[in-house]
Each structure stands twice: as C-alpha cells, then as structure tokens.
C-alpha cells in the first residue's frame, strides 16, 4: 500500500518561492510515476507538473513552465516541486500523487492515471 505525505506550504507574498516535498512511504517498483495538482476554492483540481519514475521524464502545465521544477531525490524516496517566481494565481491547495500504470505523455497530466493521493498542503500567495 503506497501512502504519501506533502509538505512545504505556506503563506508567501509574489514573488517568493517555495519548495513542496512528497515522501512516499515505502519502496516500490508498482509506481511509475508522480505528479503535483493543484485545487483552488471554487475550481477544478488542475495538472501542474509530473515526472516518470522510469525515466525522469517531465511534464508540466503551461501556466507553471519556467517556474515550476520538478525533481526526484531516490534514496530519500521523495519528489520536489520547486515553485519560483510565484503569482496569486498559484494559490491553491497542492496534492500529490502516485501513478501504478504506464502511460502517454498526455496521461502524465490526466488526474484518472494517478491512484494514491495524498491529503494536500496549502499554498497561499498574497500580492
């Protein structure tokens, strides 16, 4: 059973930067990927970035490309989203997620490819 948990979040003005982490709790070969998205009140849950566990391979949303860096550190067992340069607009809660099937490049940033999830951390960005 995967279990992952995030952190990182916080309350910071525009233009600031933060760094979410995502640990996962136990070593496994089933996942194949993660991704990061995003909810913010009133909306629908978003793609904002995921990487291939196989390759390394990236994906990210256009509204967080040059912004947003993915990373993956192994013997932790964890995935970094760096967040620079942030707008109001990045407000949201932030979730993590594991994905257990092989996919397309376009399955990377579909929410169904992903099933564990974990329970979010609040980023909140003020003007």
């Known amino acids: 059973q995967v279990q992952l948990v995030e952190s990182g979040g916080g309350l910071v003005p525009a233009g600031d930067s933060l760094r979410l982490s995502c640990a996962v709790s136990?070593?496994?070969?089933?996942?194949?990927?993660m991704g990061w998205f995003r909810q913010a009140p009133g909306k629908e849950r978003e793609f904002v970035a995921a990487i291939s566990w196989i390759d390394s391979s990236t994906l990210y949303a256009d509204s967080v490309k040059g912004r947003f860096t993915l990373s993956r550190d192994n013997a932790k067992n964890t995935v970094y989203l760096e967040m620079n340069s942030l707008k109001p607009e990045d407000t949201a809660v932030y979730y993590c997620?594991?994905?257990?099937?092989?996919?397309?490049?376009?399955?990377?940033?579909?929410?169904?490819?992903?099933?564990?999830w974990g329970q979010g951390t609040q980023v909140t960005v003020s003007e």
């Open positions: 997620a594991a994905r257990i099937v092989i996919t397309t490049k376009q399955g990377m940033g579909n929410s169904r490819s992903y099933h564990y």
């Open positions: 136990e070593r496994t070969f089933s996942i194949y990927g």
